[in-house]
């Protein structure tokens, strides 16, 4: 079987992952092996799908993020209202906010574009440390939340509802081979869309 190892943390920029043929795991009796095809990469798709459900819901779409040339293009390019850097306030106060990328410093601009008893969602499972901000940032009822990994049931109720309001996603695809290349470009923000590893 290939894999791709890493066999010492590194900078993606040094192409640390090594494409090795490996031998097949066995599993235990309580265990199963399964065959990968695809792999998403992830912190590739979510903006943009939630951007599309959101439109689908009716929403009016408000976008802070720091690429221009392809993050803010595909924004507009899927019908956000309104497009801006990353900390750039909105034209108007937002109702609910989320955020997908793992940078505290976010969450202070964030807060302040929110109205009163608007929600914060903090998106990733990680996030850099968040600065210290003023008290009124939160008066008035605003609210921060961090998200927790999503069920099966969570995963069929999207599933159906993208179905339902017919989400396409723009699709990047790398082979394993190129594994190192799709790091790097996720580094550098140059995957237009979803990124995928293509196993097979």
């Given at each position: 079987m290939k894999a791709c190892v890493l066999s010492?943390?590194?900078?993606?920029?040094?192409?640390?992952?090594?494409?090795?043929?490996?031998?097949?795991?066995?599993?235990?009796?309580?265990?199963?092996r399964i065959a990968v095809s695809a792999c998403a990469?992830?912190?590739?798709?979510?903006?943009?799908?939630?951007i599309r459900v959101a439109r689908g819901r009716g929403a009016e779409v408000y976008v802070c993020t720091r690429d221009r040339e392809r993050h803010q293009?595909?924004?507009?390019?899927?019908?956000?209202?309104?497009?801006?850097?990353?900390?750039?306030?909105?034209?108007?106060?937002?109702?609910?906010?989320?955020i997908f990328a793992p940078a505290g410093e976010i969450v202070p601009p964030a807060l302040a574009a929110l109205d009163p008893g608007g929600?914060?969602?903090?998106g990733g499972i990680h996030m850099s440390p968040i600065p210290e901000f003023p008290y009124d940032l939160i008066y008035r009822e605003r609210a921060v939340r961090s998200v927790a990994n999503n069920t099966r049931a969570d995963g069929r109720e999207f599933l159906?509802?993208?179905?339902?309001?017919?989400?396409?996603?723009?699709?990047?695809?790398?082979t394993l081979a190129e594994a190192n290349q799709?790091?790097?470009?996720?580094?550098?923000?140059?995957?237009?869309?979803?990124?995928?590893?293509?196993?097979?």
């Amino acid at each position: 079987m290939k894999a791709c190892v890493l066999s010492v943390p590194a900078q993606v920029t040094t192409q640390p992952l090594q494409l090795r043929e490996m031998p097949s795991p066995k599993p235990a009796a309580d265990e199963v092996r399964i065959a990968v095809s695809a792999c998403a990469i992830c912190r590739t798709a979510a903006g943009h799908i939630a951007i599309r459900v959101a439109r689908g819901r009716g929403a009016e779409v408000y976008v802070c993020t720091r690429d221009r040339e392809r993050h803010q293009a595909l924004a507009s390019e899927l019908g956000a209202a309104w497009v801006g850097g990353t900390v750039d306030p909105p034209p108007v106060r937002l109702d609910a906010a989320i955020i997908f990328a793992p940078a505290g410093e976010i969450v202070p601009p964030a807060l302040a574009a929110l109205d009163p008893g608007g929600t914060l969602v903090l998106g990733g499972i990680h996030m850099s440390p968040i600065p210290e901000f003023p008290y009124d940032l939160i008066y008035r009822e605003r609210a921060v939340r961090s998200v927790a990994n999503n069920t099966r049931a969570d995963g069929r109720e999207f599933l159906t509802e993208a179905a339902r309001l017919r989400v396409r996603t723009h699709v990047q695809s790398f082979t394993l081979a190129e594994a190192n290349q799709a790091l790097i470009a996720l580094k550098h923000d140059a995957i237009r869309g979803a990124g995928v590893l293509v196993i097979g």
